[in-house]
C-alpha cells in the first residue's frame, strides 16, 4: 500500500507543479494583456468620436486632414468608415482593430496607407447613404459596366490634400 501512497502522492506533486506553471503563465499573459489594453486605450475604440482614429500615430495625418476637409462638420471617421447598422459596424470595428493593431504591432503596413477593398466598399456605400439621391443619375447612366467609385472624382473630400496621396489606388 505504502508503494501505491507514494506513487499517488508524487502524482500529485507533479499536478500541483504543472497547475502552478499553467497559472503563472495565464497571470502573465492576463497582465501584458491588461498593460496592453490600458496602454492602448482600448475602451476608447467602443466610442465614435474621431480622436480615437488618432490614438494610433500612424493616422495623425488622416486626422489632421479631416480636421480641415469639408466634411469636418458633418461627419467623423465612424460615419464614413463603417456600416450604419449596429452589427456591421461593431463587426468591421473588431475586424479593423484586429487587422490594424496586427500591422501596428508588426510594424508591417504600407505607408502612406491604403485601404482595403472591402473597406473602400463600405466608404463608397456612406458616400450614398448621404448623398445617393444627388449621384442617382450618375450611377445608373446606360452603357456603365462597373459602379464609379465616388473618391474616383472626390479623393480629397474627406481628407484633404495631405492624405489623398495614400488613397489613390480606392
Not at 500500500?1 to 497571470?27: E, N, Y
Not at 474621431?50 to 469639408?70: D, F, L, R
Not at 467623423?76 to 468608415?81: A, I
Not at 482595403?116 to 443619375?137: A, D, F, T, W
Request: charged fraction near 15%; hydrophobic fraction near 40%; include cysteine.
Amino acid at each position: 500500500m505504502r508503494s501505491v501512497s507514494a506513487a499517488r502522492q508524487r502524482g500529485l506533486a507533479g499536478s500541483t507543479k504543472l497547475l502552478l506553471a499553467l497559472a503563472a503563465l495565464l497571470g502573465i499573459v492576463a497582465g501584458v494583456g491588461s498593460y496592453t489594453f490600458v496602454y492602448a486605450k482600448g475602451l476608447s475604440y467602443m466610442s465614435s468620436a474621431p480622436e480615437v482614429c488618432a490614438n494610433c500615430h500612424i493616422m495623425q495625418p488622416q486626422y489632421e486632414s479631416w480636421q480641415k476637409s469639408s466634411h469636418h462638420a458633418v461627419a467623423g471617421c465612424v460615419d464614413c468608415h463603417l456600416p450604419h447598422d449596429f452589427v456591421g459596424k461593431y463587426m468591421a470595428k473588431a475586424i479593423n482593430g484586429y487587422h490594424h493593431s496586427a500591422a501596428f504591432t508588426l510594424q508591417n503596413f504600407a505607408e502612406p496607407i491604403v485601404i482595403k477593398p472591402e473597406n473602400s466598399r463600405i466608404l463608397q456605400e456612406s458616400c450614398l447613404n448621404c448623398h445617393g439621391e444627388l449621384v442617382h443619375q450618375a450611377l445608373v447612366a446606360p452603357g456603365r459596366s462597373e459602379q464609379v467609385r465616388c473618391v474616383h472624382c472626390h479623393l480629397t473630400v474627406g481628407h484633404g490634400e495631405r492624405a489623398a496621396m495614400g488613397s489613390a489606388r480606392q
